[in-house]
């Protein structure tokens, strides 16, 4: 079974502090996703990667960055936490699918952590 | 741009049939999915279905997919109190790129 962890399930910080999210997978994806999920809002896709320190902007970059130097392990950074940025976060992982044939690309997402900023 | 709707809440009773719909607006689609995602936890694959079928079945899961009107279903039979979640529909994005766009979740309730 596909196995994606998350370093924690629960964080506090302050505003402004800098905050590291980890997310490590077990299963040589090539794909590895970062979401926010809010109520009414859904799964919203900050950044995802397709390779080792390849990175794309999702829908809601701003605020954050992220950080792939080895294949299973992706992190995402905020900066300067902000109030607003009170959420859940959700790592997922993927195998490329472009050009295999194979497989669905079908996202297996980590527990998640729900990041508190006072 | 490519865009997943589905209605936020659905309730019913232990033992009925639930019956979740989501709505999509990329045409070239090629895989849609199915999430469970229980209290507290990470969001897991229930089923998915490939664009070209009309319908999936899986225990108590039945996927309906109406590529015309670019509407998909869940259907739940004999759905349970550990039933009791939010379902996310998903789609693949169909242009070849990496991005798989989620509905906002809908919460079933079911009923004692």
């Known amino acids: 079974d596909v196995k994606v962890t998350q370093s924690s399930r629960y964080l506090v910080k302050r505003t402004g502090e800098k905050v590291f999210l980890e997310c490590v997978q077990d299963m040589d994806h090539e794909n590895m996703f970062w979401y926010r999920q809010d109520p009414g809002l859904g799964l919203r896709l900050i950044y995802f990667?397709?390779?080792?320190?390849?990175?794309e902007k999702g829908d809601i970059p701003e605020g954050y960055s992220v950080s792939r130097e080895k294949k299973e392990r992706f992190s995402l950074i905020l900066e300067s936490a902000s109030t607003n940025q009170t959420s859940m976060y959700l790592c997922?992982?993927?195998?490329?699918?472009?050009?295999?044939?194979?497989?669905?690309?079908?996202?297996?997402f980590g527990p998640g952590t729900r990041l508190t900023v006072l | 741009g490519e865009d997943v709707e589905q209605s936020l809440f659905l309730s019913v009773r232990e033992g009925d049939s639930s019956v979740i719909n989501c709505t999509y607006t990329d045409s070239s689609s090629t895989y849609l999915y199915w999430y469970k995602q229980e209290p507290g936890a990470g969001l897991q694959l229930l089923t998915y279905i490939f664009s070209n079928m009309d319908m999936k079945q899986d225990q108590r899961l039945t996927v309906l997919l109406n590529k015309k009107d670019k509407h998909l279903s869940l259907r739940i039979a004999d759905t349970q109190t550990g039933d009791s979640a939010i379902y996310f529909c998903a789609e693949r994005d169909g242009a070849g790129g990496f991005k798989t766009i989620f509905g906002a979740g809908t919460r079933l309730f079911v009923k004692a």
């Open positions: 997922a992982s993927s195998l490329i699918s472009s050009g295999r044939g194979k497989s669905t690309d079908t996202q297996y």
């Open positions: 990667s397709y390779d080792v320190k390849m990175k």
